[in-house]
């Protein structure tokens, strides 16, 4: 059973800083994209960032592009989502999850596995 649990989120001030982290049990972790989603009150899901199993490619939502860096440590097995510049729109749950597909990665169901969540808040 795979387990991804985030850490790093907080309330920040606009144009503030956050690094989220999640960190993936099993000794596969390099063989997978992962992703980052988020999710705020009274809307869906939505795709942020993802990253190849090696980390020679990401991907990211237009709303974060040149604000948000997603990175991961293999040898750690751990990935990273890199939050500058942040804005009050950018307040949600953020999810990390295991891809199964690069062709997917930008959708939820292209992911078999998912953290519980950690609350980002991003006040004016």
């Known amino acids: 059973q795979v387990q991804l649990v985030e850490s790093g989120g907080g309330l920040v001030q606009a144009g503030g800083s956050l690094r989220l982290s999640c960190a993936a049990s099993?000794?596969?972790?390099?063989?997978?994209?992962m992703g980052w989603f988020r999710q705020a009150p009274g809307k869906e899901r939505e795709f942020v960032a993802a990253i190849s199993g090696a980390g020679q490619t990401t991907h990211y939502a237009d709303s974060v592009k040149g604000r948000f860096t997603i990175s991961r440590d293999n040898a750690k097995n751990t990935v990273y989502l890199q939050m500058n510049n942040l804005k009050s729109e950018d307040t949600a749950v953020y999810y990390c999850?295991?891809?199964?597909?690069?062709?997917?990665?930008?959708?939820?169901?292209?992911?078999?596995?998912w953290g519980q969540g950690t609350q980002v808040t991003v006040s004016a």
């Open positions: 099993g000794r596969t972790f390099s063989n997978y994209a």
């Open positions: 999850a295991r891809g199964s597909s690069w062709y997917a990665v930008a959708a939820a169901y292209g992911y078999g596995y």
